[in-house]
């Protein structure tokens, strides 16, 4: 683990806290260890902060999932009654949401890869827009960044998901696109992939990263959107 790490972030309003895992995690732990275990340093700190940060991102994801989907749909319902999406119920939907569920748990541990990378100083994200050179330098860097990780998902999905014998056979790629037809997807099919699938093409956020500066507000807005997206 990097020496440097960064330091814990101030307890804010109870709002605050929930809108940020940093802040929950640091009062969770200020509960539940004893101060010289909250330090970078400490195993039990690491590990105890890890598993926050997953159970943080879990909840998160199913708010996000059922919230949107829930909402997606009857907006959906409203609009355009007539709409093919609103065809798929039943034991369809369910096995949609039966899919996601499977593969959340493992989602849920690329957020905490990127936090755990950020806090020891291996990620090159900033705190500010003003840290990472400005609003100029930090867009410049931003569309680099999101160069690389485009690069880096189209690489994923096409050789590795669509090309390498192993990864065909394994991966099973092919569960995602059972869904391709506008009568068989729903607001719920979104997160339907095998999990190695999924986070597969999560990881190339984290990994840009390492790799181009950007501000750390930047990659929270780019993440919550491919979410909803």
């Known amino acids: 683990m990097h020496g440097n790490a960064s330091a814990p972030a101030e307890p804010g309003s109870v709002l605050h806290a929930l809108g940020d895992p940093d802040i929950a995690v640091d009062l969770a732990l200020a509960a539940l260890l004893p101060e010289e275990a909250q330090l970078p340093s400490s195993p039990l700190g690491f590990v105890c902060r890890a598993g926050l940060l997953w159970a943080y991102y879990y909840v998160f994801i199913h708010l996000l999932y059922y919230g949107i989907g829930t909402s997606g749909r009857a907006l959906i319902g409203a609009v355009k009654p007539a709409a093919p999406t609103l065809r798929v119920q039943g034991e369809d939907a369910r096995a949609q949401m039966h899919m996601s ?89 979104g997160y339907a992939f095998e999990a190695v699938d999924g986070a597969s093409q999560g990881l190339p ?12 507000s930047f990659g929270v807005a780019i993440g919550a959107l491919t979410g909803v997206w």
Not at 127 to 146: H, I, K, R
Not at 205 to 216: S, T
């Open 101 to 189: 569920e499977l593969a959340f748990p493992l989602y849920c541990c690329v957020p905490v890869l990127g936090d755990v990378l950020r806090r020891y100083n291996l990620s090159r994200t900033c705190p500010t827009v003003e840290a990472c050179g400005g609003p100029a330098v930090s867009t410049a860097n931003f569309l680099v960044y999101m160069w690389l990780v485009e690069a880096m998902v189209f690489w994923v999905h096409y050789f590795l998901l669509h090309k390498w014998p192993w990864g065909k056979a394994n991966l099973k790629h092919d569960l995602h696109h059972a869904y391709k037809h506008d009568f068989e997807m729903t607001t719920w099919s």
């Open 205 to 216: 956020f984290i990994l840009g990263q390492c790799l181009v500066p950007i501000p750390h």
